[in-house]
């Protein structure tokens, strides 16, 4: 059974860097594109970026490029999503979600989330 | 481009009700949808032409025309009541979400 596990809750202050994983199991990590979703409270869902671990190929929505910095470490099966400096407004849940493989592939499996909270 | 989804659509318990998806996209790739309900992850319901993953009831069902893509959900049941999210995913592995739809179950 394919798994994503994500980090745990975070509360940092504006202008601090971090980094959020999430760890497959169960499956080929490399074979299958992982992405990063965003809901900020209250929200809908927002596509930040997707990598494909093989080759860590990353395309990010033009909203989130520059803002964050989307990774995997093969050797460990996980993924990262990452800022340089925290702003108030990145405050939200953070999901990462594997895609299906085939045609029209969908984001098939979810991690549990990672709470980032960013206080002034 | 974007995906745009009525923001509130309400059905009678046992009833069909049906929720949209309209976008450019939509023309050249299928739609996948999403059911979240509060405090727990997004779950993938429909994805491709109408296919259904494993453990999603059938009365779950997707269909497409033009640039509208269509959640129905035949004889919906209380436990239905979520956020509904279409999606859409280009051959570039670029995704778009619309903006989400809340179902109530009367």
């Known amino acids: 059974e394919v798994q994503l596990v994500q980090s745990g809750v975070e509360v940092k202050k504006a202008g601090e860097s971090l980094r959020i994983s999430c760890k497959v199991s169960g499956d080929s990590f490399t074979r299958s594109w992982i992405a990063w979703v965003r809901q900020m409270p209250g929200k809908g869902l927002e596509w930040m970026g997707i990598i494909y671990p093989s080759d860590s190929d990353t395309r990010y929505n033009p909203s989130f490029r520059g803002q964050v910095t989307i990774s995997a470490d093969r050797s460990i099966s996980t993924a990262y999503l990452q800022w340089n400096s925290l702003k108030t407004s990145d405050t939200a849940m953070y999901y990462c979600a594997r895609e299906s493989s085939g045609f029209s592939p969908a984001l098939e499996y979810w991690g549990q989330g990672t709470l980032v909270t960013v206080s002034s | 481009s974007e995906l745009t989804q009525d923001p509130d659509v309400s059905v009678a318990l046992g009833q069909t009700v049906r929720i949209t998806c309209q976008g450019d996209s939509l023309r050249s790739y299928y739609a996948s949808w999403y059911q979240q309900k509060p405090g727990q992850a997004p779950v993938v319901v429909i994805f491709?032409?109408?296919n259904r993953p494993s453990g999603i009831p059938d009365r779950f069902s997707g269909s497409s025309s033009g640039a509208t893509a269509s959640l129905t959900i035949t004889g919906t049941q209380a436990e239905d009541e979520a956020d509904y999210y279409c999606?859409?995913?280009?051959?570039?592995?670029?995704?778009?979400f619309g903006g989400g739809t809340k179902l109530t179950v009367l």
């Open positions: 999606n859409s995913r280009d051959s570039t592995a670029t995704h778009l």
């Open positions: 491709g032409k109408n």
